[in-house]
């Protein structure tokens, strides 16, 4: 089967009216979360300000927005300085059946090409919008072979085609034209694991500027007659035949095209950290208000995770994940993030800043952290689950089970959730934004499918 025209096909045909109500809301409140994440970023996000700069350097046309920064480039260089932003703070959302943060890149690309456009409006960036994270998460679910096994890193690589779905879609192109843009997306996207390896390195943190400029570059080049190839998706060399040794699911990826909208079941996050340290959070934040217990009385605690790859590289190694070294490094941590929740009451931004990194309270609280691995099928690939025991000093054992974490569908954070935790992202804006714009902007976006021109939402960004 040609999957790479049944999905081009699927991105040409589907309009706004076809979507559920459930997705476009789902899309708006992904919209006014990445732009809160980004908006915090500009000032807390590590290595950001560089691809900031560098964008600016290059001049050319000013066509669009880079947030927070009253500065406008070419579309291309404002996707690749806002994706640098996106998920530098590890705060946007996720989808954890897939794997993958569905709106990282198609969010920057996104809000580039339709300023750049200069007619697009609420509609087409919903509908843009909701395809690309789709067709991210759609991949992601279908990936019957783990990448990383083989050196590759996928969210970034997953999420360049989200950006190039969202990108061809609002350019207009055709479903053979889209098949091209994802052919030069494939010659483009790329992440090695070894982001993950280097206890100082922030490159997790930005990966999504270069999957989101490939995204944007991919449709405008083909849009002024650059031709690709034929099957970028299923092809002996094409994404999965490269990144997964092509064992993948036909069925999974094309399963109810425009029916069954898999980004509608992304989480939000309630806190700044890597999805996977959640339920962790949650355990210990629950554990220590219903004790009443602080960190005089903790002892020791211990965590139990799932053995998939991910899960480990949330504990090991164990004491490089106690003292993190960066920020990115400390969000992939669940005994630093254990160890925030139990000294602070809670995790926000400020817990990550270089100093915060340094806290002895919390450093000590997470030195008594350990980890158990173990073969739990059930808990093989979650970051939905988790357990926390606490023994205390006076020789009480405590303990949570958490199977429903909060910010999932089934969990979810409420509006009123999401536009404070958007305000909050948006006090740390290098770029002053008074609380009347703030008011404006949450208004623009949760009412989106209104807006006749996306440039009245990037002018006040």
Wanted: net charge negative.
């Amino acid at each position: 089967m040609n999957e790479s025209f049944a999905l081009a096909q699927y991105i040409y045909e589907t309009d706004y009216d076809d979507l559920p109500h459930e997705a476009a809301d789902v899309t708006k409140k992904a919209l006014l979360d990445g732009i809160g994440v980004i908006l915090g970023a500009t000032t807390l996000g590590e290595g950001c300000r560089l691809f900031v700069e560098l964008a600016k350097r290059g001049g050319g046309k000013p066509e669009s927005t880079i947030i927070g920064f009253n500065a406008r480039v070419p579309s291309y260089m404002a996707a690749f300085a806002n994706g640098a932003m996106a998920h530098a703070l590890d705060f946007e959302d996720a989808h954890e059946g897939a794997l993958v943060h569905s709106n990282a890149a198609p969010i920057p690309a996104g809000l580039a090409v339709a300023e750049a456009t200069g007619k697009t409006g609420g509609k087409e960036l919903i509908t843009a919008l909701t395809l690309g994270s789709d067709i991210v998460c759609r991949l992601g679910l279908a990936l019957k072979d783990n990448p990383l096994d083989h050196g590759w890193y996928t969210p970034p690589i997953l999420g360049a085609f989200g950006a190039t779905a969202t990108a061809s879609k609002l350019l207009g192109l055709t479903p053979e034209q889209i098949v091209d843009a994802l052919s030069l997306c494939l010659c483009q996207a790329t992440c090695t694991a070894e982001i993950v390896s280097s206890p100082r390195s922030y490159m997790r943190a930005v990966r999504d500027s270069f999957a989101a400029k490939s995204g944007v570059l991919s449709a405008l080049l083909v849009k002024d007659g650059v031709r690709g190839f034929d099957y970028p998706i299923e092809g002996k060399a094409g994404l999965f035949g490269l990144f997964a040794n092509g064992n993948y699911d036909s069925d999974v990826l094309l399963k109810d095209l425009g029916v069954t909208f898999e980004s509608a079941n992304i989480a939000f996050k309630p806190w700044p950290s890597c999805r996977g340290t959640h339920a962790y959070i949650q355990g210990a934040i629950e554990l220590a208000r219903e004790g009443n217990i602080g960190p005089e009385d903790i002892e020791a605690v211990k965590v139990v995770v799932g053995e998939s790859p991910l899960n480990r590289r949330l504990c090991e190694p164990l004491e490089r994940k106690r003292h993190p070294a960066v920020a990115i490094d400390a969000k992939f941590s669940i005994p630093f993030t254990v160890a925030v929740a139990l000294v602070r009451g809670a995790v926000t931004l400020d817990h990550f800043t270089a100093d915060a990194l340094k806290s002895r309270e919390v450093l000590q609280i997470a030195e008594r952290v350990t980890c158990e691995v173990i073969a739990d099928e059930v808990w093989k690939h979650s970051s939905e689950e988790g357990y926390v025991e606490m023994k205390l000093k006076d020789g009480e054992v405590k303990s949570r089970n958490i199977r429903l974490v909060y910010g999932q569908p089934l969990n979810p954070m409420d509006a009123q959730s999401l536009i404070a935790k958007f305000k909050n992202c948006a006090s740390y804006s290098e770029k002053k934004i008074p609380e009347k714009t703030i008011q404006e902007i949450v208004q623009m976006v949760m009412n989106l499918e209104g807006l006749t021109h996306i440039g009245q939402l990037t002018e006040v960004l």
